[in-house]
Nanobody
Framework: VQLQASGGGLVQTGGSLRLSCAAS????????MAWFRQALGKEREFVAA????????YSTTVVKGRFTISRDIAKNTMYLQMNSLKPEDTAVYYC??????????????????WGQGTQVTVSS
């Protein structure tokens, strides 16, 4: 499976962006997808995850109320709507696929496939 992330860019503080992550093939219902991010000089961190079956979502407290994760099963695509962006949201955002929905969404080792990353830069 190949994951193609897109939608990053440069935005001012308070602005919005929508990231997309398209899978190259149909995903089975026992899958989960997630967004991670890595700022310069920092470790990669969990942002949000969505279960393919049922659409339950999980996110880190840092982005709750500002970021919304969703998925479109027909398009094999996951989204991250990011509102009220802050400079500290600046990072490369990666999408990831867990083909077995292990349930440990925050753990990078749960994921079998990763996208190439898309840069999000928030200017102050």
């Amino acid at each position: 499976v190949q994951l193609q992330a897109s939608g990053g860019g440069l935005v001012q503080t308070g602005g919005s962006l929508r990231l997309s992550c398209a899978a190259s093939e149909r995903l089975f219902s026992n899958s989960a997808m997630a967004w991670f991010r890595q700022a310069l000089g920092k470790e990669r961190e969990f942002v949000a995850a969505v279960r393919w079956s049922g659409g339950s979502t999980y996110s880190t407290t840092v982005v709750k109320g500002r970021f919304t994760i969703s998925r479109d099963i027909a398009k094999n695509t996951m989204y991250l709507q990011m509102n009220s962006l802050k400079p500290e949201d600046t990072a490369v955002y990666y999408c990831a696929l867990d083909r077995d929905d292990t349930g440990t969404y925050y753990y990078q080792g749960s994921y079998d496939y990763w996208g190439q990353g898309t840069q999000v830069t928030v200017s102050s």
